[in-house]
């Protein structure tokens, strides 16, 4: 009987283990994937101003009169974050991009 109660605490401690084991994994996964899924956009508007967005962004981040300031403003944000930096020109299409 004191056999079977020392088994059944030896597998209830592994699987604890086990269990805490997956937790701290998925928690460092969704972390290296929100740093890795970060990437800055740098575009004009259609009122001139230049803004700079995130990728699925809704709204602006910041808006500039040049697009030197924007790309300025963008890399201090991605340098911090370690994002990336999409260019886009006056028209739209892509300048550069990975920045």
Do not use: C, P
């Not at 030197?68 to 403003?73: D, L, M, S, T, V």
Request: hydrophobic share 30%.
């Amino acid at each position: 009987m004191k056999d079977d109660k020392d088994k059944k605490k030896a597998n209830t401690k592994e699987q604890k283990k086990q269990e805490t084991a997956k937790e701290k994994s998925k928690k460092k996964e969704d972390a290296q994937e929100k740093s890795v899924a970060k990437n800055y956009h740098v575009a004009s508007r259609a009122d001139g101003k230049w803004q700079v967005k995130l990728a699925k962004g809704e709204k602006a981040i910041k808006l500039f009169d040049t697009q030197a300031e924007a790309i300025a403003y963008a890399k201090s944000l991605a340098g911090r974050q370690e994002a990336s930096i999409s260019i886009h020109k006056k028209d739209g299409s892509m300048r550069k991009q990975k920045y």
